[in-house]
């Protein structure tokens, strides 16, 4: 049948049948590929326009954002840039909405410094030497991130720059006021240009004078602070960098009398008061733990006549007698009086060799007791006396007036011709014995000048007047004592005194009223009688020790333990450190200088002891700029990124072992009070070594003050810490926000009103900038090194649509755009902006 003609046509009609079955379904489908064909020409025209959109936005941002003058901020959702024109400073919206042959074109841009960075801590975290992973950097670089190292898998998110990535690795949920990704150039935003690197030495001595930058050099930080520094005082025209113990009380013990085994005319004196080292770090004594070389100049004239029989001498205390007196010789350099201070005590308490902890005060005396209880000695003249107590007759005359009886009235007299200066200087090795002791060669360290004492007599008999001999002179038979102290003082009128009247001071005029009045002079018969021991023998004010010549740093309050002076080194990290080396910082060094923090030891994928820095060109050569990851805006407006920012201290924080008590380990924000030095041991400490806020609100307030001076740091709550982000954002409009410079910023006051506002200071000690006050120098110095008025990295959200609405579609385009260290070549509009990544949505 297959042959047949009628399967012919059964073929014929099936094939007909399903040509009509396809031309059906092609005439069908034509609309719907002509709807597609329709839609993709859509859809690339808007992927073209959302490219000539990116383009368009990073035109603007060139214009209004590539040079250096520029300060941004957030209003609402829109970045505003903020530039300098020669008709004043000109705001730009960094947005845009404009109609191009029916396509509606929207931009705008958000400033990523407007938040808290988390890829900052990221980088941190992977890029932190070890030093930067330690206590003392983490007082100057507030990152918590860098003090642990990260594990493989974090590092590795955090190298790839991805949020998700990180956040996934990490576990850190997604949290309002945060941001990612930011970096910023280190340019001025006043004078424009880079800023200058105090990483250089020639940048820092021309900075803070060569003598203050060599005495920097001396104090590195990345060495162990705890091991201590030796005396340090270098000054440049505004900048001075101090390390010394000055003298809180001196005490000159003086004794006179004639010794029997050869009739000389001795005075035995000895040296006594209290040191007290204020810094952030030991005090290092020199060789066998001498620590100065006391000079007094302008020494008394004593004159000793015997009533009686009518001898007498007069001598001058500044010009002794030289020669040789027999069994010892009284060189030129015994011609007026000095003294060694020393650090008695031979235990070290980490320290390298002998000197004074962090804080404390030291009772000394002079010579040693254990070692030369009779003291020093000066021969008064050559002339000798006999004493003659043998039994007389009747007939017994006087052989000469140099010969005294028990019996005879020997008076002693001791005028004040000049007032007198103690110095107190340098040990540079032994004094030349044929020079004077005005010729030593170690620096002056402290001067105590114009002091006045009041004349006095003392009558005493032959008997009393005459010992056995002079070796068995004991500090017990002192007949005046040449005392000048500090006036008594509390806890907080010592903090007030080192602040307002300068005591810490190494020059003293006590001519002048306003210096005289910071110290009491005693009148020396009556100093005479007070004693050496008991509680307040050794105490001026809270100024007190325990024991003389020790320390008994293991033994609670043994003795007062303050520290208000913190010592600055290399690196400098931030800028706001150089605030210790002068009275009033100029903050306009925020704007122009920077810490690039030089390593000591070179690593791979490191380039500064500051982890959060990098060359701007991803190399390592000076001058071609810097670039610092997260900063963060001062200019900000959300109080969710101010909270996030104020927490990102948060970190383990312990202090090194050594004292009465333990250091507790604390996982939570800080702000440090004693830069460079908090981590120290609290030695001698009275409680505690560090309390939180919550501990310290429930302290009795005079109770707390003590105890208070010696916290090292700050442990704010939560609760103060949102009150503070809230105020920093709500007082912005009263003190000129928004900021064109980092120096506006600090000097605007907004920081301390918001402290107050907030309450910050509303804890036991720390009341009307009491011991635990944190201030906004302290917090300055802390964020310095991250700090920022502008964005250079912008993340921009773009959308091209149709403004017909019967066309529908839209793309949306994202990028990060950021400001780089190249200029334009035209010379126009500054730095170069570059798209550095894009995404079409």
């Known amino acids: 049948m297959r042959h047949s003609r009628a399967f012919s046509l059964l073929l014929v009609l099936v094939l007909l049948s399903g040509l009509a079955a396809f031309v059906t379904l092609l ?19 808007l992927r073209q326009e959302a490219s000539a959109l990116l383009r368009l ?140 690197d105090l990483g250089s030495p020639a940048v820092l001595a021309a900075t803070v004078g060569p003598k203050v930058a060599m005495a920097l050099a001396q104090a590195d930080l990345r060495d162990n602070r705890a091991a201590g520094l030796p005396v340090m005082q270098a000054t440049g025209s505004d900048h001075a960098l101090s390390h010394f113990a000055p003298l809180v009380d001196l005490r000159l013990s003086l004794g006179f009398f004639n010794a029997r085994t050869d009739g000389r005319h001795r005075m035995r004196f000895h040296v006594a008061g209290l040191l007290w080292n204020p810094s952030s770090a030991p005090l290092l004594a020199e060789a066998e ?61 980490g320290m390298s ?83 004077p002791i005005g010729d030593y060669a170690g620096a002056v360290v402290q001067e105590i000048g114009q002091v006045w004492f009041a004349d006095f007599k003392c009558e005493l008999s032959g008997r009393d007047y005459s010992r056995p001999d002079s070796a068995g002179y004991t500090l017990a038979e002192r007949r005046a004592c040449l005392r000048l102290s500090w006036l008594p003082r509390g806890w907080a009128e010592v903090r007030e005194a080192v602040r307002r009247d300068g005591l810490l001071r190494d020059r003293w005029d006590l001519s002048r009223p306003e210096e005289a009045s910071l110290w009491e002079v005693r009148e020396p018969v009556a100093a005479a009688v007070a004693p050496f021991e008991g509680t307040d023998a050794l105490a001026v004010g809270v100024l007190s020790d325990a024991a003389l010549n020790l320390h008994l740093a293991n033994t609670p309050g043994a003795y007062a333990d303050l520290r208000l002076r913190g010592v600055p080194g290399l690196p400098v990290v931030s800028v706001g450190a150089l605030r210790h080396l002068r009275r009033e910082m100029d903050w306009a060094r925020l704007d122009d200088s920077f810490g690039s923090a030089p390593l000591r030891v070179a690593e791979p994928g490191r380039y500064s002891e500051n982890p959060r820095l990098l060359p701007s060109s991803g190399g390592s050569g000076e001058g071609e700029g810097w670039m610092v990851a997260g900063p963060f805006n001062v200019n900000c407006s959300d109080p969710e990124a101010w909270l996030s920012w104020l927490r990102s201290s948060s970190s383990p924080w312990q202090a090194q072992s050594g004292g009465p008590f333990a250091s507790t380990t604390l996982h939570r924000p ?32 005079a109770a707390a003050a ?128 570059r798209v550095m990544q894009v995404r079409f949505l």
């Open 706 to 833: 003590a105890l208070s001076a010696r916290q090292p740091v700050r442990f704010p709550d939560d609760r103060r810490l949102a009150a503070l982000a809230r105020e920093l954002v709500r007082l912005r409009s009263e003190v000129g926000a928004p900021f064109a410079s980092l120096e506006a910023f600090a000097r605007s006051g907004l920081l301390k009103r918001a402290l107050v506002a907030a309450q910050c200071n509303d804890v036991p000690g720390a009341a009307a900038e009491g011991w635990l006050a944190v201030t906004e120098d302290d917090l300055l110095e802390q964020w310095a090194p991250h700090l920022t008025v502008r964005g250079d990295t912008l993340r921009l959200v773009g959308q091209v649509s149709f403004v017909d609405p019967r066309q529908r579609g839209a793309q949306g385009v994202e990028a990060i755009l950021q400001r780089t260290a190249a200029l334009r070549p035209d010379g126009r509009w500054g730095r170069v902006w």
């Open 670 to 701: 800080f702000w440090p009070l004693q830069p460079a030095g908090a981590q120290l041991a609290q030695w001698a400490a009275a409680s505690a070594p560090a309390w939180t806020d919550e501990e310290l609100s429930r302290l009795d307030p």
């Open 27 to 45: 005439v069908a489908l034509l609309p719907v590929a002509v709807a597609e064909q329709a839609v993709a020409a859509k859809r690339t025209r």
């Open 353 to 435: 060799r002998r000197g004074l902890l962090p804080g404390e005060c030291y009772a000394f005396l002079g010579p040693s007791p254990a070692d030369q209880p009779q003291g020093l000695s000066r021969v008064l003249t050559a002339e000798t006396w006999r004493y003659e107590a043998d039994p007389r007759g009747a007939g017994w005359r006087r052989p000469s007036p140099q010969v005294f009886l028990p019996d005879d009235r020997i008076e002693i007299s001791v005028r004040f011709v000049s007032p007198l200066t103690f110095r107190l200087r340098r040990v540079v090795g032994e004094p030349a014995r044929d020079l």
């Open 57 to 196: 936005a990073l035109a603007e941002v060139q214009a209004a954002a590539g040079a250096d003058q520029v300060a941004t901020w957030m209003d609402g959702e829109v970045a505003v840039a903020s530039r300098r024109t020669p008709a004043g400073r000109e705001e730009v919206r960094l947005s845009g909405e404009r109609t191009l042959d029916g396509t509606l074109w929207r931009w705008r841009c958000e400033d990523i410094s407007c938040g808290h960075d988390l890829g900052g801590e990221a980088t941190a975290s992977r890029r932190a030497s070890p030093w930067a992973r330690g206590q003392v950097a983490r007082q100057a670089v507030a990152s918590g991130a860098a003090a642990s190292q990260p594990g493989d898998t974090e590092a590795l998110a955090g190298e790839w720059g991805d949020e998700g990535i990180y956040r996934s690795v990490t576990n850190l949920p997604a949290q309002p006021g945060r941001s990612w990704g930011g970096w910023g150039l280190l340019t001025n935003p006043v004078l424009g240009g880079w800023k200058r």
């Open 289 to 349: 733990g001498r620590l100065y070389l006391l000079e007094v100049v302008g020494a008394p004239e004593v004159t000793v006549r015997n009533l009686d029989s009518g001898a007498g001498f007069t001598t001058d205390l500044d010009d002794c007698p030289v020669g040789d007196f027999g069994i010892f010789n009284q060189y030129p350099r015994e011609a007026g009086l000095w003294a060694w201070i020393d650090v008695g005590d031979v235990a070290r308490y």
